[in-house]
């Protein structure tokens, strides 16, 4: 069974950097294919997809945002961590991880969502 | 930038049949775009769908189904339940980036 969770700071003010942790079971990335993603969802708005990291250490970001963040992740501990830097009240969303299955460039399926984690940027 | 355009709302009646669809900016979707769709409901994390254009996950009933459609990806729901009144998105790809549609918000009426 595959189950993934967020966690991190509920609160953050501006300018502060945003650290989430991700803690998955049911899938290794020590091992081929496994990638793990996050996304976020402002209240009431739309999804948007923010970065991904490969079980080989490749990484992709959402280009506009690509500045602010970083993704690591700890196989040793089944953990996938998303820094973001100088964070600003528009920021404030729900901050989801995600199993993706990928292959090369791309990835064809998304199907396994955390709960998600609702962070607010205020001061 | 990348924009995927997606119906804002639609509404169906119980037992119909509703499609929606899923365009982009950057010309006709093709399966290159491997496609997804994710329903989400009130207070809840978005639930996949369709992947890679017209596979169903494991647990995806079967009145839903992926197709493409006058160079849009298309989600069609057969024979609509109550439950299926949500919020539906689409996911594609561009060259190692991902982008999400706007969202459909399904009325079942």
């Known amino acids: 069974q595959i189950t993934l969770k967020e966690s991190g700071p509920t609160l953050v003010k501006p300018t502060q950097t945003l650290t989430l942790t991700c803690t998955f079971s049911?899938?290794?990335?020590?091992?081929?294919?496994?990638?793990v993603g996050w996304i976020r969802q402002p209240p009431g708005k739309a999804l948007e997809w923010l970065a991904l990291i490969y079980w080989d250490d490749y990484k992709r970001y959402n280009p506009s945002l690509k500045s602010r963040l970083t993704i690591t992740k700890d196989t040793s501990k089944n953990q996938v961590v998303l820094t973001m830097t100088n964070v600003d009240p528009v920021d404030t969303a729900t901050y989801y991880c995600?199993?993706?299955?990928?292959?090369?460039?791309?990835?064809?399926?998304?199907?396994?969502w955390g709960q998600g984690t609702l962070v607010i940027v205020s001061s | 930038q990348t924009v995927v355009t997606q119906e804002p709302s639609l509404t169906v009646s119980p037992g119909g049949t509703v499609t929606l669809t899923c365009a982009s900016s950057t010309g006709a979707v093709t399966t290159d775009y491997y496609p997804n769709w994710f329903q989400q409901k009130p207070g809840q994390a978005p639930r996949a769908l369709i992947y890679?254009?017209?596979n169903r996950h494991s647990w995806t009933p079967a009145r839903f189904s992926g197709s493409l459609l006058g160079g849009k990806t298309a989600l069609t729901l057969s024979g609509v339940q109550p439950e299926d009144e949500a919020e539906y998105y689409c996911?594609?790809?561009?060259?190692?980036?991902?982008?999400f549609g706007g969202g459909t918000k399904l009325t079942v009426l």
């Open positions: 996911l594609l790809h561009y060259g190692g980036a991902w982008v």
């Open positions: 995600v199993r993706a299955f990928c292959g090369g460039s791309t990835c064809q399926s998304w199907p396994y």
């Open positions: 049911g899938f290794s990335l020590s091992a081929g294919g496994g990638t």
């Open positions: 890679s254009t017209t």
